[in-house]
């Protein structure tokens, strides 16, 4: 399956009313930081950093809670690392979703540094994943809109802390070679 076919198959489309609210969060976003910037309170990077942030986590619990269908029921797996018990039974599939749930919050990680304009330790990753994932799990929930479980929540953190980790090299690369200029 190809990106566009991942985006596609997991992005349902937006009712206007979803649409207009998001629109008016990203206005109010954009003002705020505009503001700040004009009052020298953050850097520009910040301000860029912030807007994908919030537009990322906006399609990211739009795909995942609010544009999803919701259930008769509530679905959840309660047991910690069931996925991985189908993994090694030969479940490629299963396999394939543990990587892509690890890959969701992958780019808040890459985020967090350049918008805290800092490094920051790998642990400060793994507990934004986890706040951000017990979010969309607990909606999931809540809204009977999907399947809770431990697993994504721990997938999600775990790419999210390698998104900081990253971010956090790409960064010394950076200043390491700005110097040497």
Same mark, same amino acid.
């Given at each position: 399956? =190809?990106?566009?076919?991942?985006?596609?198959?997991?992005? $349902?489309?937006?009712?206007?009313?979803?649409?207009?609210? %998001?629109?008016?969060?990203?206005?109010?976003?954009? #003002?705020?930081?505009?503001?700040?910037?004009?009052? *020298?309170?953050?850097? $520009?990077?910040?301000?860029?950093?912030? /807007?994908?942030?919030?537009?990322?986590?906006?399609?990211? %619990? +739009?795909?995942? #809670?609010?544009?999803?269908?919701?259930?008769?029921?509530?679905?959840?797996?309660?047991? !910690?690392?069931?996925?991985?018990?189908?993994? %090694?039974? +030969? =479940?490629?599939?299963? !396999?394939?979703?543990?990587?892509?749930?690890? &890959? !969701? !919050?992958?780019?808040?990680?890459?985020?967090? $540094?350049?918008?805290?304009?800092?490094?920051? $330790?790998?642990?400060?990753?793994?507990?934004?994943? &986890?706040?951000?994932?017990?979010?969309?799990?607990?909606?999931?929930? #809540?809204? *009977?809109?999907?399947? %809770?479980?431990? =697993? =994504?929540? #721990?997938?999600?953190?775990?790419?999210?802390?390698?998104?900081?980790?990253?971010?956090?090299?790409? /960064?010394?690369?950076?200043?390491?070679?700005?110097?040497?200029?």
């Amino acid at each position: 399956m =190809d990106i566009y076919q991942l985006f596609i198959t997991y992005n $349902p489309v937006w009712t206007r009313r979803e649409i207009v609210c %998001f629109s008016i969060l990203c206005l109010f976003a954009a #003002v705020w930081a505009v503001y700040l910037l004009c009052h *020298r309170r953050i850097l $520009p990077s910040q301000a860029i950093s912030g /807007m994908l942030l919030l537009i990322f986590l906006g399609i990211v %619990f +739009g795909s995942t #809670v609010f544009a999803r269908e919701p259930k008769a029921y509530r679905e959840y797996e309660l047991e !910690l690392f069931w996925s991985w018990k189908a993994v %090694f039974r +030969g =479940d490629r599939e299963m !396999l394939k979703e543990n990587l892509l749930n690890m &890959l !969701l !919050l992958f780019p808040v990680g890459i985020l967090l $540094p350049p918008l805290f304009h800092k490094k920051l $330790p790998w642990w400060t990753g793994l507990a934004v994943g &986890l706040f951000i994932s017990a979010g969309i799990e607990t909606g999931q929930l #809540v809204l *009977r809109r999907g399947l %809770f479980e431990w =697993d =994504d929540m #721990v997938h999600n953190s775990l790419g999210c802390m390698l998104g900081v980790w990253c971010s956090n090299f790409l /960064m010394a690369v950076y200043k390491a070679m700005t110097r040497k200029a």
